[in-house]
């Protein structure tokens, strides 16, 4: 195979345990993806099957000479396991095979940093990294600081002087961590306002959610060409996992004046390390908040249905249930299927780079979002003009009729419009 020279060749190591969650093949394929992903190549693989991982080397003895072996045979220098290993793991591990070891959440970390681009997601990104590090910090800095220094023994009116190095860093990396969420505490102050004003407004809202690479930011793109006020504010979509690392949010307007909100997030993989997530909660409040959610599946992958459950995972994960949801079928055009196709009023198969299929896709959020909209009949008298364009601009008219007594219309209204424009209603 054609390996480029810049990438760093890897093991993959895994353990396929007696009680998985998640399909153990499917895992280390998406390993292998993730690798790829952090511009690395696989060189070679090792599996052990185990009923539960070894506390102290996470492989079994026999496994773990073996993995010793194959790394002086290929002169390979890194492993990276199918799994996070305990700092005592990794530690036992790099001793016995002198490889550098590379866990699945600090291979994910890796990825999230160098894709990182906005303030929020670097801040998000560290913060998620410095907790990682805090308990893996070497223990050969358990020296005390006094010894190292020669400062003299542990004096007891002089606190700092029996810390150790190793307790230092940790404080360090506390306060740094400290630092770090105040200052996404203070970014995300207007991200929350913003959300405020906008449920004020009574626009609805629906996030698109789902595995990287799915296909989020290609439908949004696709709805804001066809929808947007706006055709410039295209967001990044790339056949790269993990392209998307913040929120954005689109406001469409249909041809029958109807609103709402679209919002397209973070993608989600099995695994993803819990800090990464408490990170990225900021970011994914904008689903969180959402009144539906609009679930993206690949559906030419194979794994489309691991990757669903693994969606169902992290949006628990998260705290996000009871949001009304529709699945979203997409790549449909890459397989042997007919296109667009509804199932039921909640599910359709569809390609993203397709017209047809996202006006079908607009008509499924449409049955979803505007639920309370309600056909009636108004009279407004022509002393109160300001309200007939108001409904011209905001609502969809189904007719127009000038009486004598004003303008007659029958047209659609949202439940606060219909509040707010009850004394002109007819019956
Ligand atoms: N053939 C085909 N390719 C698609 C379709 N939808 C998206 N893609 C491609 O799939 C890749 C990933 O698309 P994105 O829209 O970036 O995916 P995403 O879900 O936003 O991914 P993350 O931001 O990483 O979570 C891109 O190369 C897209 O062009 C589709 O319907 N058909
Ligand atoms: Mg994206």
Redesign the pocket.
């Known amino acids: 195979m054609d390996t480029q020279p810049t990438t760093e060749p890897v093991i993959i190591a895994g353990l396929n345990l007696a009680n998985q969650q998640v399909d153990f093949d499917y895992s280390m394929e998406e390993l292998a993806n993730l690798i790829e992903a952090n511009e690395m190549t696989v060189a070679d693989r090792l599996v052990q099957s185990l009923d539960r991982p070894n506390a102290a080397t996470y492989f079994g003895k026999g496994k773990v000479e073996e993995l010793a072996e194959l790394i002086t045979a290929t002169g390979v220098q890194t492993v990276v396991t199918n799994d996070e290993l305990s700092p005592s793991q990794i530690r036992n591990l790099e001793e016995n095979t002198t490889a550098r070891i590379l866990d699945r959440t600090a291979l994910i970390l890796e990825i999230f940093a160098k894709r990182a681009k906005s303030r929020e997601a670097k801040l998000q990104v560290e913060i998620a990294q410095l907790q990682y590090r805090l308990p893996r910090l070497k223990t050969s800095a358990n020296q005390r600081l006094d010894q190292q220094t020669g400062a003299g023994g542990g004096s007891f009116t002089n606190r700092g002087a029996g810390e150790t190095k190793l307790e230092m860093n940790r404080r360090t990396i506390q306060n740094a961590i400290t630092h770090l969420r105040g200052e996404l505490a203070e970014l995300n102050k207007s991200a929350t306002t913003q959300r405020q004003q906008r449920a004020k407004s009574g626009i609805p809202t629906a996030a698109?959610v789902?595995?990287?690479?799915?296909?989020?930011?290609?439908?949004?793109?696709g709805l804001v060409r066809m929808f947007g006020i706006d055709d410039d504010k295209q967001?990044?979509?790339?056949?790269?996992?993990?392209?998307?690392?913040d929120t954005s949010v689109r406001q469409l307007t249909l041809p029958d004046q109807k609103q709402f909100l679209l919002s397209?997030t973070?993608?989600?993989v099995s695994k993803l390390p819990t800090h990464l997530v408490q990170a990225f909660k900021s970011t994914l409040a904008e689903a969180a908040n959402a009144d539906l959610l609009i679930q993206?599946i690949?559906y030419?992958d194979p794994h489309y249905q691991e990757m669903m459950a693994t969606t169902a995972a992290t949006l628990k994960e998260i705290g996000i249930e009871d949001i009304p949801m529709i699945l979203v079928f997409?790549?449909?055009?890459?397989m042997e299927v007919q296109f667009p196709v509804m199932d039921g009023d909640d599910q359709v198969v569809?390609?993203?780079?397709?017209e047809q299929?996202l006006g079908m896709l607009v008509g499924v959020i449409k049955s979803h979002l505007f639920t309370n909209y309600v056909t009636v009949e108004l009279l407004i008298p022509f002393a109160d003009g300001e309200v007939v364009s108001y409904l011209n601009d905001h609502a969809h008219i189904l007719s127009t009729d000038y009486l004598a007594t004003g303008t007659q219309l029958k047209v659609e209204l949202s439940a606060t419009d219909q509040q707010r424009f009850a004394k002109y209603q007819q019956q």
């Open positions: 698109l789902g595995y990287t690479n799915a296909g989020k930011s290609t439908i949004m793109n967001v990044f979509e790339k056949n790269m996992l993990f392209a998307t690392l397209d973070v993608g989600f993206v690949d030419s997409n790549k449909a055009d890459k569809l390609s993203a780079r397709d299929s």
